[in-house]
């Protein structure tokens, strides 16, 4: 009994007063609250990091050709082989790890336009403001998955211009929402207030105004980053994103055109397709939970 | 003598759209080195459009289309941005009405002051945040370690404006614009800060422009009064004359409307009716006529601003002419 006191004591001791609380602490703790996310957060950890350890273990080289073609999953093939004996489990690993990349690099391209050319027509507005919007409007109003295809045929498909491609057509959306917290954000006296101070442009754009935004950016920034990792893996099945033999999780969905691999062979296209449901799914989710953890006048 | 800060003719437009709009109409004034001058009126009166003008602060749609604002002799409206920008913080500060959106809701208070210390003196972080616990407990706070680590939304109003304060302090200023420092807080804690105010220009011989509405504070604070009706100056006096003898008709019915404590039931307080007229910079003569009890048809005609004895100068033909 007197031991239960002890550790009660103890637990009570870490939950101090709420203001008293760290801001990350409090998103932590709201984040946490939403079950599906914290799964979700678990789930898409166990597929980044297993991405991440591909050479450590992955058991065969995803290149080489290691055993009969066509396999099943078998004891030595955990996932079966492909149709020229590459090692399937090998290959998603690596192929998890190409998707997510592309996925990432294009969201930070994508995110890194989108805040600069966002503060430069939110802050300053007029002619500045009118040019970038309307730009960004063109480049919205383009039919997407065409651009893309365009820009994959006239460059060299490959990984690094997929990337490219697909940072340049995803920052529309995080201008406009940056844009819209930055006319709001500086009206207000403390950016007023550092004007009175007498601080350099760069101060004001970056340290005052950026930081109130970071919030909003995220959460757009994880719907970006799902669905840059869905079009990598339509281009690369349409064969205009990341070549073979390198793999990526679009161009194994590729073997599945072929009405025979779609009918009698499901290992070869039924992993990947779950992989990528696991990813975008989880990473909507944590996208959801960010939005109500971050929000500073979310319920407490 | 030179004065700390001129201002002279300040006209500021806002545009809209049946054409720009005055609402600040040749302000001029002076403030001394030391001296705590203020501006008083009617909410809608180009208070604060005056102040935020002096500060190049006047954002979209506003632009100061007339006259210059010398401090220290040299103009602040025609001067480059980078000079502007040293004079403004270092020599030049303002706090602001509304001390609860005046922080960066991001940043710990510490932070802040930190920050805005070594952007005017290059100290190291170190001694930056020793300046910063100074300022703080200077301006009042009574723990002041422990506030440098808090958030300002754990801060309440008062506490708020007081670190306002210290900011604007922090890099000694020779002239602060205070526009209307307390209106968001209550009365108790609106004693403290104006006292802490005060406390701070004696100490450091700083001059300060006091924006308010409040009679009561004017004559707590001020050495001298402007007080600003449709965006004129229309009186302009020594802090103790203008109580002794307001000359203008508005400064008296503005007097009029503060209670006393010797009150009691005897004299009902006194409402001025109408309101400040919403494109005053449309009426050719005197803008408070429709307003005013004395009125007369001479009220028609543009009033100029009559020099009474030292200091003291009204914008009433009628009040300037008729003995005290």
Known sequence: MKKDTLSEKKKHKPARHPADESYLRLVFRRFVHHRLAAVSLIVLGVIVSAALLAPIIAPYDPQDIAGPFAQPPSGSFWLGTDQIGRDMLSRLLYATRISLLVGVMATAISTAIGVLLGLIAGYFGGAADMIIMRFTDMVMSFPYILLVLVAAAIFRPGLVSIILILGFVDWPGIARLVRGNVLGLRETNFVKGSLVAGMPLRHILFSEILPNTVAPILVYAT???????????????????????????GNMLNGAQ?????????WLWLPPGLIIICIVIAINFIGDALRDALDPNGGK | MSHLLEVQNLTAAFAQEQGASISVDHVSFYVDQGEVVCLVGESGCGKSVTSLSLMGLLGKGGAVIDGSVFFEG?????????????????????????????????????????????????????????????LLSQVGMPDAKETMKKYPHTLSGGMRQRIMIAIALSCNPRLLIADEPTTALDVTIQAQIME??????????????????????????????????????????PAD????????????????????????????????????????????????????????????????????????????????????
């Open chain 1, 223 to 249: 719907s970006v980053l799902a669905l840059s990792i869905l079009d990598e893996a339509a281009l690369s099945f349409l064969g205009q994103g990341v070549q073979p033999p390198t793999a990526s999780l």
């Open chain 1, 258 to 266: 072929s009405l025979t691999v779609l009918t009698t062979q499901p």
């Open chain 2, 74 to 134: 040299k103009d602040l409206l025609r001067m480059p941005q980078a000079e502007l920008d040293r004079i403004r913080g270092n020599e030049l500060t303002m706090i602001f009405q509304d001390p609860l959106t005046s922080l960066n809701p991001v940043f710990t208070v510490g932070n802040q002051i930190t920050e805005s210390i070594r952007a005017h003196t290059g100290l190291s972080k170190k001694e930056a945040k020793e300046r910063a616990l100074g």
């Open chain 2, 196 to 237: 802490l105010l005060k406390k701070l220009r004696q100490d450091r011989n700083m001059s300060m422009i006091l924006i308010t509405h409040d009679i009561g504070l004017v004559a707590n604070m001020a050495d001298r009064v402007l007080v600003m009706y449709a965006g004129q100056i229309i009186e302009d006096a």
């Open chain 2, 241 to 324: 004359r203008l109580f002794a003898q307001p000359k203008h008709p508005y400064t008296r019915a503005l007097l009029n409307t503060v209670p006393t404590i010797r009150d009691r039931d005897r004299r009902k307080l006194q409402a001025i009716s109408g309101i400040v007229p919403e494109r005053y910079d449309k009426i050719t003569g005197c803008r408070f006529a429709d307003r005013c009890p004395y009125r007369t048809d001479a009220c028609s005609a543009p009033q100029k601003l009559y020099a009474l004895s030292a200091g003291h100068t009204v914008r009433c033909a009628a009040a300037a002419n008729s003995p005290a």
